[in-house]
C-alpha cells in the first residue's frame, strides 16, 4: 500500500472500522490526482466532480469579490479533506477556486464513486456524515470568529492552531484568510512578532 493510501486509510479509521477487503474496495473507487504549485485544481463555475483527501501538499479554497479580491476560507494540508460539498451534491456550479499553493498529491472520489460506495459499503455513511459534521461545525466556528473577534485576535487563533501551515503560506495569503489587507498583516505580524514570547 501507498503512503498515500496509507494516510487516508488511516484517516477514514478513525471513525469507522473497516475489513482489509473494505480497504481495498475503497482504495478501488478513488482517483489519483497530481496538481503543480499555482495550478487550479477547480475553478468558479465549474461543477464539482470529486472530494479531494490531501495526500501531500497544500491547497488554498477561495472567492473572489466584484473587485476581484481573494476571500480565502481555508488551507488544505496532508490528512485534510476539501471541496464544495454544495456543488458537489446538487450537481451546481461552484463558487469556489481551488489552487495549489505547493505541489499536491490527492485521493478524489468521484460522485458516482460516491454512491457506488454506500451501496457497497454502507458504514461509510457515518464516516461522511461525521465529516461533514465537522466540516459544518468548523465553518460556524469560523464565521462567529468573522464578529466577535478583531484581525489579531484571529490571526494568533490561526497561528496557534496551524503552525504548520502559517509556515507554508504567504502573508498575502494569510492575509485573505483573515480577512485584511496585506499591508495590514503585514503591520500586523511585525506587531506580534516584536512582543517577547510571540
Known sequence: ????????????SRFIDLTELEKQQYLSLLTNIHVKKKDFLMQAGEIAKYEYFIAKGCLKVYTLDLEGVPHISMFA???????????FMAKEPSNYFI????????????????D???????K?????????QRSLISYIKRSNQ????TAEERYLYFK????????????????????ITPEFMS????????????
Open 116 to 122: 457506488l460506495l454506500f451501496k457497497e459499503i454502507p
Open 160 to 179: 496557534k492552531k496551524y503552525p504548520h501551515i502559517v509556515r507554508r503560506i504567504s502573508q498575502k495569503d494569510l492575509a485573505g484568510y483573515i480577512g
Open 77 to 87: 494540508v496532508e490528512d485534510f479533506w476539501t471541496g464544495d460539498i454544495a456543488s
Open 187 to 198: 503591520m500586523l505580524v511585525s506587531k506580534v512578532n516584536r512582543r517577547p514570547n510571540s
Open 124 to 132: 461509510f455513511e457515518r464516516f461522511y456524515r461525521i465529516l461533514y
Open 146 to 149: 468573522g464578529i466577535s473577534l
Open 1 to 12: 500500500m501507498e503512503d498515500s493510501q496509507k494516510l487516508i486509510i488511516e484517516n477514514v
Open 99 to 114: 489552487r495549489a499553493i505547493e505541489d499536491t498529491e490527492i485521493l478524489a472520489i468521484s460522485r458516482t464513486n460516491f
